[in-house]
């Protein structure tokens, strides 16, 4: 069975522009969370989704970011426009249930620099 | 506020038993988590803990907690190369939220020395 995907695996990109990050979560999952984690520091939560609703965004930094979940399957998420403190590895993961004893499977993350 | 602290780095050789240590501040987390990174991968689920237990262990691995200090720590035993890889200590946040839905600490990096 395949796991948590997430493409790319690396991007680099200008100050200004648009990056769209993918995450395809295990088939099946209802649950699809959005992390990242910036250079040195913590691991932080971004946003959740329960097929296609917004569970909780709580952790979105600001509005030049948008994520989606059309049709309940696989996830984007969309910097526009990037500044510098955007740069980090954005890990997607997902979950078949919601209870806290249940494994959230983590993809490989995309490592976005914004030079 | 929510708080999860690790040490940063950890260092030992192989054969040895490793100690990683995580303190947290939210004392209505239900449950904690070790999670490890090896180069490269994703973030793999080694274990959690229920905030009623004191000690859980499975195989190589026995996770501690000291509710009344806010305290877990991981235990491996019989450090192997392949162990090397960074740990991260992860919370749930006390309004309850999903198990995905954490509060994790900046990781531990582990290293293994032959």
């Known amino acids: 069975e395949a796991g948590v995907t997430q493409f790319p695996s690396h991007s680099v990109i200008e100050k200004g522009q648009t990056v769209t990050l993918r995450c395809d979560p295990i088939s099946g999952h209802d649950n699809l969370y959005w992390y990242r984690r910036v250079m040195g520091k913590e691991i932080k939560f971004l946003l959740h989704?329960?097929?296609?609703?917004?569970?909780?965004e709580s952790g979105m930094p600001n509005n030049r970011f948008l994520a989606e979940r059309t049709g309940g399957t696989y996830s984007t998420l969309k910097v526009q426009p990037a500044e510098l403190e955007d740069s980090g590895v954005y890990f997607c993961?997902?979950?078949?249930?919601?209870?806290?004893?249940?494994?959230?499977?983590f993809g490989q993350g995309t490592r976005l620099t914004v030079v | 506020g929510e708080d999860v602290e690790q040490s940063l780095f950890l260092s030992v050789r192989e054969g040895d038993s490793s100690v990683i240590n995580c303190t947290y501040t939210d004392s209505s987390s239900t449950y904690l988590y070790w999670y490890k990174q090896e180069p490269g991968a994703g973030l793999q689920l080694l274990t959690y803990i229920f905030s009623n237990m004191d000690m859980k262990q499975d195989q190589r691995l026995t996770v501690l907690l000291n509710k009344k200090d806010k305290h877990l720590s991981l235990r491996i035993a019989d450090t192997q190369t392949g162990d090397s890889a960074i740990y991260f200590c992860?919370?749930?946040?006390?309004?309850?939220?999903?198990?995905?839905?954490?509060?994790f600490g900046k990781g531990t990096k582990l290293s293994v020395k032959p």
């Open positions: 989704f329960v097929k296609e609703s917004k569970q909780d």
């Open positions: 992860a919370e749930t946040p006390g309004y309850g939220g999903s198990q995905g839905n954490l509060i």
């Open positions: 993961a997902s979950s078949q249930y919601r209870a806290m004893n249940t494994e959230a499977f």
